[in-house]
């Protein structure tokens, strides 16, 4: 079993920054892979980001490649995002994911979910 707890979100200004933080617990998060997702009203929930276990490998939505960065810390149980040059289509929930079928962009592929945190960029 994998508990996730988002933080980090808020509002910023059209090119600004944020880091999102997604701290977990439970013996399997170490050997998950870890995805961010994001939800805007009225939208299905879309993949950004993932991670590998042990962070070797990343993947990225073409629409952040090149702004936004994952990385984790397995020994504080933590997985970052940082977003640069932020756009005020990036305003979503933001939710991360963990689960144990390998690195993916599916919804499918994650168990476990948080509860989202929000993120708007004004122009």
């Known amino acids: 079993q994998v508990q996730l707890v988002e933080s980090g979100g808020g509002l910023v200004q059209a090119g600004g920054s944020l880091r999102l933080s997604c701290a977990a617990s439970?013996?399997?998060?170490?050997?998950?892979?870890v995805g961010w997702f994001r939800q805007a009203p009225g939208k299905e929930r879309e993949f950004v980001a993932a991670i590998s276990a042990i962070g070797r490998r990343t993947y990225y939505a073409d629409s952040v490649k090149g702004r936004f960065t994952i990385s984790r810390d397995n020994t504080k149980n933590t997985v970052y995002l940082q977003m640069n040059s932020l756009k005020p289509e990036d305003t979503s929930v933001y939710y991360c994911?963990?689960?144990?079928?390998?690195?993916?962009?599916?919804?499918?592929?994650?168990?476990?979910w948080g509860q989202g945190t929000q993120v708007t960029v004004s122009s």
């Open positions: 994911a963990a689960g144990l079928s390998g690195l993916g962009s599916r919804t499918a592929q994650y168990n476990y």
């Open positions: 439970g013996r399997t998060f170490s050997t998950a892979a």
